[in-house]
């Protein structure tokens, strides 16, 4: 379960985010594998810290709602973008 929870907040939302078809996806998509993922995680961790102060800031704190928050915005992301989360051929491969 502490990996789950680990990539619920450090990658997941994030993930979604950055491949979500908005605002020059194939530019995202363009950029190194490594630069991807360090993207990917940044926006993860920004969106759980505003999560954490959101739900600090109302008295309704717990590592359980932090969870659902970041899993909701994930699933709300995903599914206003359709699914539709590949990256494509634009994506270059990861390397050594």
């Known amino acids: 379960m502490p990996l789950i ?3 619920v907040l ?13 605002l020059d996806r194939d530019r995202r998509a363009s ?23 959101a739900l600090a800031a109302v008295g309704r704190y ?4 932090l969870l659902a928050a970041d899993a909701g915005v994930a699933i709300v992301v995903a599914a206003g973008s359709r699914f539709r ?8 491969r990861p390397g050594w």
Not at 87 to 92: E, F, I, N, T, Y
């Open 10 to 22: 450090g990658w997941l939302p994030g993930a979604v985010i950055f491949r979500a078809p908005v």
């Open 62 to 65: 717990s590592f359980e709602r």
């Open 31 to 53: 950029l190194e594998a490594g630069e991807r993922l360090f993207w990917q995680i940044l926006i993860s961790v920004a969106l759980s810290l505003a999560c954490v102060m």
């Open 85 to 92: 989360l590949r990256l494509g051929g634009a994506a270059p």
């Open 5 to 7: 929870e680990a990539v």
